[in-house]
């Protein structure tokens, strides 16, 4: 017997063709995926719309599982932080950040991260496997069934960001489908700027995330010259920083000119003196960009320390008068280790986990 498959892991157009290879009418996913993302029904006899034999068959065959929340925090700034369980070994964390004008749901789409961002605490937990589309708009799900959305039809969750675990373009494909489910009217039904894909620089995958759809980019840049950030930002070794420059600005000609997200995490005496903001304005000089300047989050076993708050607004000020749009982006959640660059969950890597199986099956 062949295991149900999760409808969480179908976009509209992955559905409409599951139902039209079911002998069915296409239209049939437009009904379901309201329920799903309107409505939050995770059973079938709820979706009354729909007859009675193909509420069977659904039943018999498929299934609407979302992950399951195991524990949450919160910060006393607002901030909500939620484990998440993904399978027997692993989790990973989604964090709400709540602001006066919006509210703003981070979402991992790997668990862990094979990048190893010396200052990230994520990157330094390992790589287990990409997360499929139902566990990311999962995430989404969740989060949306805990603040009360379902009940009350009030959007709190205003912009996604895919800046938890993982490299959202590393797992491209599941991504975009979850991409699709978050801006289709069916779906969560955000406007394409509202949702955010960050990656610290897969050129190939930027490349079709702009063909692909009309969401917004975020740069994990970190350092303002090629060899720093091979250092600190070893993907850089693959992809230099003058290719990724370029295909920043393909990104953004594509896009009309509209600015891209810079992110800089702010490492004392690493690269925060007046030089290194000299040097980003020069590798942004022709990229319509926008800086959010990161005072590092520490974690432990780490040799990093946050830049002090003079030397931050020394370097914001270079790039101000550079007229670069510049922000120091204020830390949140910091006291349930919720902030940038601090995210874990429980990420069992693919060595401990053969190990693992091998010990139970002696």
Same mark, same amino acid.
């Given at each position: 017997?062949?295991?149900?498959?999760?409808?969480?892991?179908?976009?509209?157009?992955?559905?409409?063709?599951?139902?039209?290879?079911?002998?069915?009418?296409?239209?049939?996913?437009?009904?379901?995926?309201?329920?799903?993302?309107?409505?939050?029904?995770?059973?079938?006899?709820?979706?009354? &719309?729909?007859?009675?034999?193909?509420?069977?068959?659904?039943?018999?065959?498929?299934?609407?599982?979302?992950?399951?929340?195991?524990?949450?925090?919160?910060?006393?700034?607002?901030?909500?932080?939620?484990?998440?369980?993904? *399978?027997?070994?692993?989790?990973?964390?989604?964090?709400?950040?709540?602001?006066?004008?919006?509210?703003?749901?981070?979402?991992?789409?790997?668990?862990?991260?094979?990048?190893?961002?010396?200052?990230?605490?994520?990157?330094?937990?390992?790589?287990?496997?990409?997360?499929?589309?139902?566990?990311?708009?999962?995430?989404?799900?969740?989060?949306?069934?805990?603040?009360?959305?379902?009940? &009350? *039809?009030?959007?709190?969750?205003?912009?996604?960001?895919?800046?938890?675990?993982?490299?959202?373009?590393? &797992?491209?494909?599941?991504?975009?489908?979850?991409?699709?489910?978050?801006?289709?009217?069916?779906?969560?039904?955000?406007?394409?700027?509202?949702?955010?894909?960050?990656?610290?620089?897969?050129?190939?995958?930027?490349?079709?995330?702009?063909?692909?759809? &009309?969401?917004?980019?975020?740069?994990?840049?970190?350092?303002?010259?090629?060899?720093?950030?091979?250092?600190?930002?070893?993907?850089?070794?693959?992809?230099?920083?003058?290719?990724?420059?370029?295909?920043?600005?393909?990104?953004?000609?594509?896009?009309?000119?509209?600015?891209?997200?810079?992110?800089?995490?702010?490492?004392?005496?690493? #690269?925060?003196?007046?030089?290194?903001?000299?040097?980003?304005?020069?590798?942004?000089?022709?990229?319509?960009?926008?800086?959010?300047?990161?005072?590092?989050?520490?974690?432990?076993?780490? #040799?990093?320390?946050?830049?002090?708050?003079?030397? %931050?607004?020394?370097?914001? *000020?270079?790039?101000?008068?550079?007229?670069? %749009?510049?922000?120091?982006?204020?830390?949140?959640?910091?006291?349930?280790?919720?902030?940038?660059?601090?995210?874990?969950?429980?990420?069992?890597?693919?060595?401990?986990?053969?190990?693992? #199986?091998?010990?139970?099956?002696?």
């Amino acid at each position: 017997m062949t295991d149900k498959v999760n409808l969480l892991d179908y976009d509209r157009k992955s559905l409409e063709l599951y139902f039209t290879e079911m002998g069915d009418k296409s239209f049939r996913a437009q009904q379901v995926l309201k329920w799903i993302y309107h409505q939050g029904a995770v059973d079938f006899e709820s979706m009354t &719309n729909l007859s009675k034999p193909l509420r069977a068959i659904l039943e018999q065959n498929t299934c609407i599982t979302p992950p399951e929340i195991i524990s949450e925090q919160k910060s006393e700034d607002g901030t909500r932080k939620w484990l998440i369980q993904i *399978d027997g070994g692993n989790s990973v964390e989604t964090v709400f950040i709540p602001e006066n004008d919006r509210g703003t749901l981070c979402i991992s789409s790997q668990v862990g991260c094979p990048l190893e961002c010396k200052f990230c605490s994520t990157g330094q937990q390992g790589f287990n496997r990409n997360l499929s589309t139902s566990e990311i708009i999962g995430q989404v799900w969740a989060a949306n069934k805990a603040l009360g959305y379902f009940e &009350n *039809d009030k959007r709190i969750i205003t912009n996604i960001v895919f800046m938890g675990m993982g490299e959202p373009l590393l &797992n491209y494909d599941n991504v975009l489908k979850a991409i699709n489910l978050l801006t289709d009217d069916l779906g969560f039904g955000l406007a394409r700027r509202r949702v955010t894909v960050s990656t610290s620089g897969i050129i190939p995958e930027i490349d079709r995330l702009k063909e692909d759809t &009309n969401v917004s980019l975020a740069i994990s840049l970190h350092a303002s010259n090629n060899e720093l950030r091979n250092d600190i930002v070893p993907i850089n070794r693959s992809y230099p920083m003058r290719d990724l420059l370029a295909a920043c600005k393909r990104f953004t000609e594509a896009r009309d000119n509209e600015p891209i997200t810079i992110e800089y995490v702010m490492l004392k005496n690493v #690269n925060d003196s007046l030089q290194d903001a000299h040097d980003l304005v020069d590798c942004l000089r022709d990229i319509p960009a926008k800086v959010n300047l990161i005072p590092f989050n520490t974690f432990p076993g780490t #040799n990093y320390t946050c830049s002090e708050i003079k030397t %931050i607004n020394a370097f914001r *000020d270079v790039l101000v008068k550079s007229n670069i %749009i510049t922000i120091t982006r204020k830390t949140r959640g910091d006291d349930i280790d919720a902030a940038c660059g601090q995210l874990v969950g429980k990420v069992m890597a693919k060595a401990e986990r053969h190990q693992k #199986n091998r010990v139970e099956l002696n």
